[in-house]
């Protein structure tokens, strides 16, 4: 069975600081992404950075990095410098092939 | 940068009613879906379609729900005598190809609330 867990409801962050959102997965499939999207309060579900189970380093881009440990099958967003405006429900996902398995969801606020 | 597009962003419909909700995928991609999140909760998949047929569907997908790619560019789900609990923001997805590494992109969503 496919798992997505997200254990973190919510989080707080002071403006400029690092934040980690925490993510642990369980699939027997041995190909698989892994992905966050990021879901402001006016409802959109917008992508912000993928990993795949066979990428040997961890993906970034720009502000955001994905801490990927495939032992531990754990895929934690880190965004550094936070901004105001990363205030936003966080969703980690995962997709062994056709369809998408998301996890319950980080609520992020960001603090001036 | 090409997105999807869906349409209405908000649908109010009696209970009982058919409500139709669309979706035009990026231009070049093969692969579309749709998801529910009802709110407050997470996204749920409920289907997806490949070369003008579901390819996969999960348990929500019942009777009551249709899929139909109707031109080159529309998708469309289908619900069919809505009921109060099929209340729920529905997002479309589309993605190049079916597999792992491929992220999905989402269109903003259509809010629709039974009354």
């Known amino acids: 069975a496919q798992k997505i867990t997200q254990t973190q409801p919510g989080m707080f962050v002071q403006e400029k600081e690092a934040v980690t959102l925490d993510c642990t997965y369980d699939?027997?499939?041995?190909?698989?992404?892994l992905f966050w999207y990021k879901q402001p309060s006016s409802g959109e579900m917008i992508f912000l950075i993928y990993?795949?189970?066979?990428?040997?380093q961890n993906a970034t881009e720009g502000r955001y990095s994905l801490n990927f440990q495939k032992a531990r099958k754990s895929a934690n967003l880190v965004i550094s410098a936070s901004q105001l405006g990363d205030s936003a429900m966080y969703f980690c996902?995962?997709?062994?092939?056709?369809?998408?398995?998301f996890g319950t969801g980080t609520s992020l606020t960001v603090i001036p | 940068e090409p997105e999807v597009t869906q349409t209405p962003s908000h649908q109010v419909t009696q209970m009982g009613q058919e409500v139709i909700l669309r979706c035009v995928p990026i231009?070049?991609?093969?692969?579309f879906y749709w998801y529910r999140q009802i709110l407050g909760q997470k996204v749920e998949f409920l289907v997806s379609?490949?070369?003008?047929?579901?390819?996969?569907k999960s348990e929500i997908f019942d009777d009551q729900f249709s899929v139909e790619r109707p031109d080159g560019s529309n998708f469309t789900l289908k619900i069919r005598s809505t009921k109060l609990e099929d209340s729920a923001m529905y997002f479309c997805?589309?993605?190049?190809?079916?597999?792992?590494?491929?992220?999905?992109?989402f269109g903003d969503g259509t809010r629709l609330s039974i009354l």
């Open positions: 997805a589309s993605s190049v190809e079916g597999i792992a590494n491929q992220p999905q992109h």
């Open positions: 699939t027997s499939d041995p190909s698989y992404g």
């Open positions: 231009s070049n991609h093969l692969y």
């Open positions: 990993q795949g189970s066979y990428d040997q």
């Open positions: 996902a995962m997709n062994p092939g056709n369809q998408f398995y």
């Open positions: 379609f490949y070369n003008n047929e579901i390819s996969e």
